[in-house]
């Protein structure tokens, strides 16, 4: 390897994008005290040290570091060409008096210092030779860099059986761990694909690379499933080993990348740094009665070992030790492309829509918004940079409007994003006259539509239930004999299952419509200034679930995800909970997904986010409805918590133009149950506690309430009859379900029935 190549320097002068990695931040990663300061404060085992800095070292002008030095109990000591070897040995009679070991290993620590050069083994009554062998570094050493004196920890040898060829001495073992940032922030261990073993002979430096240059003196990179067999332990204190190992790698990014964010940009640094890829070297040994890791050293990216470790992978987990560093440096290329543009908002949609809006802003990105006069929106300072005010439900007017008055702000609109499902269809014809990605006004427009979105499912030959179009009381008879019993009454162009009934004969069917039809104008909801029609739908029966992908350019970018619904609250259809990530076998997931993606084709459907509301029947999949806009309530937040993937986030970028790619974690990273809290009957809700105490619990992802007090319940069918939703967490399924169950115990209501 030819760690000492340069050519790319260049390149990183002033570099305006993200990077994981410069020259001078490998002065950071590679500075072997200072890291270890900050690891074992964060609770990483490091060696006892005794550090001789530098002039120029870091530590002497860090007066906090100096003093987490100290209470960590490591050893700082000032080292010049003044330095006599008189204060030297005192130094390092210091240390030994601090610890026990019966030898010592001094080694130079910057970045020019790797593959064992410099490294010194001594035993503890070697003084002389330590004094000597640091007078000998200080001259080679930069002025900014360390000289470390540490013990030598006894190491547990994973090859007993083969012996250093000199001595005879046990075999020395050094663990290698793996770990990257994600795309979605999070530091993260490959696991067993993130791990290897060197194993040499005992007492010189653990390298396939020894200074000597003997090729007997290198040490053997070997699999660390295979290594850790020789370890005198039981398969659990092997496997609490490795999570140790992990995690130590974990945290050692985790505290790097906090002290980065401290440092001030240097003259020709480039703008935006962030390391998103290191590995640990530790050494296995005994403390309290357990094998633990001892990490040694942190090493930058130009550690290697992964050619070694995909060819001991089966071939489709190849790579797998730093997948997810590409995607992770590409996604922040893509969050800082879209600092600095405008995105046209169309809709605020309630007051819960705010954290969209902030994720635009969090990203660097102007927001102009157009929406109804006097909307929560509009009254919050510094929310947006423009609010355009008009009648949003005018949608012959409207887009003029809207359109007029972007212009006359004489800001250049980068995108066109709309997340509320009134506006949706104005959002498209915005965009559409400004030149901007979206869907087609004429596919959205049936999207909206439940009666023409199932008209061109069925002329696509999808299967799709019996449904019939009512105008009027008149269409009753018709709709009928077209759909039968049970059947589903539903708004034409509703949204939350507001005004859904299940209806079982003609005499339901009749009261239920006389009942919600006055209902559906524009006074009630907005919404209904698209039309007040209703459809009668076949009744499915099975499993309810939420399909969700995301579209660009025609193309379905990263992995649809399913949601399971819980039992819908018949016979209005209210949503009662879910479960994420789903629990359906995987082939029933693909069914799923499969026509899902063939009835947005059907209607038109190519770009942003599309949520789909499906049934998996006893006769197979069918479409409920597709929403083509991204999903509401919890499912983003969710997504966020178990994928990584911010759907906002991603379809805020594609609007922009940027190209997209869903990354996402290739396991759930957590499991969510959640459950709304409903009444069952009629009456007045004056309380609920418990929520605040569950926003305190870390198995509760989320605990909300959706209502004030006192809440009357006039129509068990009404709007807005969801008090409360509580969203528990756990590593398993099982965990999930029973965080949620004690949860809901925990939650006390003060209700008067109605008389």
Do not use: C
């Not at 570099?15 to 931040?25: D, H, I, M, N, V």
């Amino acid at each position: 390897a030819n760690y000492d190549r340069d050519d790319g320097v260049p390149y990183e002068e002033n570099l305006e994008g993200p990077t994981s990695y410069a020259s001078k931040r490998a002065d950071v990663i590679n500075d072997k005290i200072l890291t270890r300061i900050l690891m074992k404060a964060s609770g990483v085992l490091v060696p006892a040290t005794l550090a001789f800095l530098m002039p120029l070292n870091t530590l002497l002008s860090n007066s906090s570091l100096r003093q987490e030095a100290q209470k960590q109990e490591i050893l700082l000591a000032p080292l010049s060409t003044q330095n006599s070897q008189k204060e030297i040995r005192r130094s390092v009679e210091t240390f030994l008096q601090s610890h026990s070991g019966q030898e010592v290993v001094i080694k130079p620590s910057g970045a020019q210092w790797h593959s064992g050069k410099g490294v010194g083994f001594f035993k503890r009554d070697q003084i002389d030779e330590m004094v000597q062998h640091v007078l000998a570094l200080s001259p080679q050493v930069f002025p900014n860099e360390a000289i470390l004196v540490e013990e030598r920890v006894d190491s547990i040898p994973t090859e007993p059986a083969w012996a250093d060829w000199k001595t005879g001495k046990k075999s020395d073992s050094t663990f290698r761990s793996f770990a990257e940032n994600t795309p979605w922030g999070e530091a993260v261990s490959p696991g067993k694909a993130g791990r290897l073993v060197r194993t040499g002979p005992w007492g010189i430096p653990n390298t396939a690379e020894p200074p000597s240059g003997d090729p007997r003196e290198a040490a053997r990179i070997v699999s660390h499933e295979e290594a850790v067999k020789d370890l005198p332990a039981t398969p659990q204190e092997i496997e609490e080993f490795n999570a140790a190992l992990d995690q130590s790698a974990v945290t050692a990014l985790k505290v790097i990348n906090a002290y980065e964010a401290t440092l001030p940009r240097q003259p020709g640094e480039p703008f935006h740094i962030r390391t998103n890829f290191i590995t640990v070297d530790a050494l296995a040994t005994r403390r309290g009665g357990k094998i633990v890791p001892v990490v040694v050293e942190v090493n930058d990216h130009d550690s290697g070992g992964q050619s070694n470790i995909d060819s001991w992978l089966p071939p489709e987990d190849a790579g797998k030790h730093s997948r997810a560093l590409v995607p992770t440096e590409l996604q922040e290329a893509r969050r800082h492309l879209a600092k600095g543009k405008t995105i046209l908002i169309v809709g605020a949609g309630y007051e819960g829509k705010k954290p969209l809006i902030e994720t635009a802003r969090k990203l660097g990105v102007k927001v102009v918004l157009v929406g109804l006069p006097n909307t929560w929106a509009q009254k919050e300072p510094g929310l947006v940079e423009h609010y355009i005010p008009i009648d949003t439900t005018d949608l012959v007017k409207g887009p003029q409007l809207a359109l007029e008055a972007v212009q006359k702000l004489g800001i250049p609109i980068d995108g066109v994003w709309g997340y509320w499902e009134d506006d949706v269809v104005l959002a498209a014809k915005l965009a559409k006259a400004l030149g901007k990605p979206f869907n087609d006004p004429e596919a959205v427009t049936i999207a909206r539509s439940k009666y023409l979105t199932y008209k061109r499912l069925r002329e696509a030959g999808l299967p799709i239930a019996e449904f019939a179009k009512i105008d009027s009381e008149s269409d009753l008879e018709d709709a009928i004999a077209q759909v039968g019993f049970p059947a589903v009454l539903k708004p034409e162009f509703g949204a939350e299952a507001y005004g859904n009934k299940r209806v079982n004969n003609a005499q339901e069917l009749r009261a239920a419509y006389r009942a919600i039809s006055p209902t559906l104008n524009q006074e009630t909801d907005p919404i209904y200034a698209q039309g007040n029609q209703m459809v009668l739908m076949q009744y499915l029966d099975g499993q309810e679930v939420d399909v969700d992908n995301e579209l660009q350019k025609g193309q379905v970018v990263g992995v649809p995800r399913v949601t399971d619904n819980d039992p819908t609250h018949e016979p209005y259809f209210q949503s009662t909970g879910f479960s994420m990530p789903s629990r359906l076998p995987h082939q029933e997931q693909a069914d799923l997904i499969d026509l899902n993606l063939k009835g947005r084709q059907a209607i038109g459907l190519t770009e942003g986010s599309i949520h789909g509301e499906m049934k998996l029947t006893s006769r197979g999949p069918r479409i409920v409805e597709f929403n083509p806009r991204l999903a509401g309530s919890y499912i983003p937040s969710a997504t966020r918590e178990v994928w990584g993937v911010d759907p906002a986030e991603e379809d805020i970028m594609r609007a922009l133009g940027i190209p997209i790619a869903g990354y996402s974690s290739p396991t759930p990273r957590t499991n969510l149950r959640g459950r709304f809290i409903i009444p069952k009957t009629l009456g007045t809700m004056i309380s609920l506690s418990g929520l605040e105490e569950l926003k305190k619990d870390p198995t509760i992802f989320e605990a909300k309430l959706q209502v004030d007090f006192p809440f009357e319940i006039r129509d068990l069918g009404q709007k807005d009859v969801r008090v409360a939703l509580i969203i528990a967490k756990g590593s398993t399924p099982e965990e999930a379900d029973q965080n949620l169950q004690k949860a809901l115990h925990r939650i006390k209501t003060t209700f008067v029935p109605a008389r």
